[in-house]
């Protein structure tokens, strides 16, 4: 089982409002990402980065902005949620050796009101 | 990324082997077949990846033609918690990000 977390799993906001969503790793891993995904749809890359201090949007553009200050840290930050930000986002990480195979936390579930 | 071709669904009867099957016609041959599953509401899991050769874990077989143009995932006896929907994904390992790309996968029902 693989050691990724992301809090919180729920949060329903209003619109303005600042949000966090956080996603910490214990395996060391240098590579992490944020996928975003509504129901029943795909998974679209929305960031990711190579390892501390290193941050690359990704397929899908997204108003949401992410910092990677320490190797097991990877927050993303939404200055203003409006309601087409109602998605999941999933993060994941993946080592830098090997075949890097992803490894994905629990999701966060975001409702914006 | 090669693209991939996956039936949009399929269900198969709980205790019977479900055979998953992936066109990838346009893979090159760097290029690994890694496959994934989604369980409602939760994150991706790895199930199982390969190059040429067919491969097996505890979770799955993963069967490559030989001539690397099409793939199939076999889970030997499914049980209800497999139903999920299953991406099959090529990519090549790069120095770079390792973003994999998704598609709409096939939603695997096993009824009881």
């Known amino acids: 089982e693989a050691d990724i977390y992301q809090t919180p799993r729920y949060l329903v906001i209003g619109t303005g409002k600042k949000i966090t969503l956080e996603c910490s790793q214990t395996?060391?891993?240098?590579?992490m990402y944020w996928y975003q995904q509504d129901p029943g749809m795909e998974l679209h890359l929305i960031h990711y980065s190579y390892g501390v201090n290193s941050t690359e949007k990704g397929d899908l553009s997204s108003e949401s902005t992410v910092s990677r200050i320490r190797t097991e840290h990877f927050p993303l930050t939404l200055e203003s949620a409006r309601p087409s930000h109602t998605s999941q986002y999933l993060c994941?990480?993946?080592?830098?050796?090997?075949?890097?195979?992803?490894?994905f936390g629990p999701g966060t579930r975001l409702l914006v009101l | 990324d090669a693209k991939t071709t996956q039936p949009t669904s399929m269900d198969c009867a709980e205790g019977r082997a479900a055979n998953l099957p992936c066109n990838h016609s346009?893979?090159?041959?760097?290029?690994?077949v890694y496959w994934y599953r989604q369980i409602h509401s939760q994150g991706p899991q790895y199930i199982i990846h390969g190059l040429k050769n067919n491969e097996t874990n505890e979770m799955a077989s993963l069967i490559i033609t030989e001539d690397r143009k099409s793939s199939t995932l076999i889970l030997p006896h499914a049980t209800l918690r497999d139903t999920a929907v299953y991406y099959c994904i090529v990519r090549v390992k790069q120095t770079g990000a390792n973003n994999l790309f998704f598609g709409t996968g096939t939603r695997l029902t096993v009824i009881p």
């Open positions: 994941a990480s993946s080592p830098s050796l090997g075949l890097e195979t992803q490894y």
């Open positions: 346009t893979i090159s041959g760097n290029e690994y």
């Open positions: 395996m060391g891993h240098d590579k």
